[in-house]
């Protein structure tokens, strides 16, 4: 069992920046994911980030959101730019004790709480 809290969220004008953070406790050997889910939508994929550091982006966020981890501190951190108002949603850490980055939320074990991330236009 690995236990997630994210933190970071809030209000932000288009165009700014957000730095999303997950303590991760226990889950340094763990594949770590960023999903996101809008009011009405299916919970979708973000970024997603293996044990050994490589990762995976959505398309909807290459060139804007960084996903990036410190195992020694139990963080997994989401840096997100050039926000757009589409990016609006509760963003979810999630974890899964697994290899290979996924992009199916089905497989993950392991969910924090959310947290709200709001963009105005």
């Known amino acids: 069992q690995v236990q997630l809290v994210e933190s970071g969220g809030g209000l932000v004008q288009a165009g700014g920046s957000l730095r999303l953070s997950c303590v991760a406790r226990?889950?340094?050997?763990?594949?770590m994911g960023w999903f996101r889910q809008a009011p009405g939508k299916e919970r979708e994929f973000v970024s997603g980030?293996?044990?050994?550091?490589?990762?995976y982006d959505a398309d909807s966020v290459k060139g804007r959101f960084t996903i990036s981890r410190d195992n020694a501190k139990n963080m997994v951190y989401l840096q997100m730019n050039s926000l757009k108002p589409e990016d609006t949603a509760v963003y979810y850490c999630?974890?899964?004790?697994?290899?290979?980055?996924?992009?199916?939320?089905?497989?993950?074990?392991?969910w924090g709480q959310g947290t709200q991330v709001t963009v105005s236009s």
């Open positions: 980030i293996g044990s050994g550091g490589n990762t």
């Open positions: 226990t889950a340094g050997t763990y594949t």
């Open positions: 999630a974890a899964r004790d697994g290899r290979f980055i996924a992009t199916q939320a089905s497989v993950y074990q392991n």
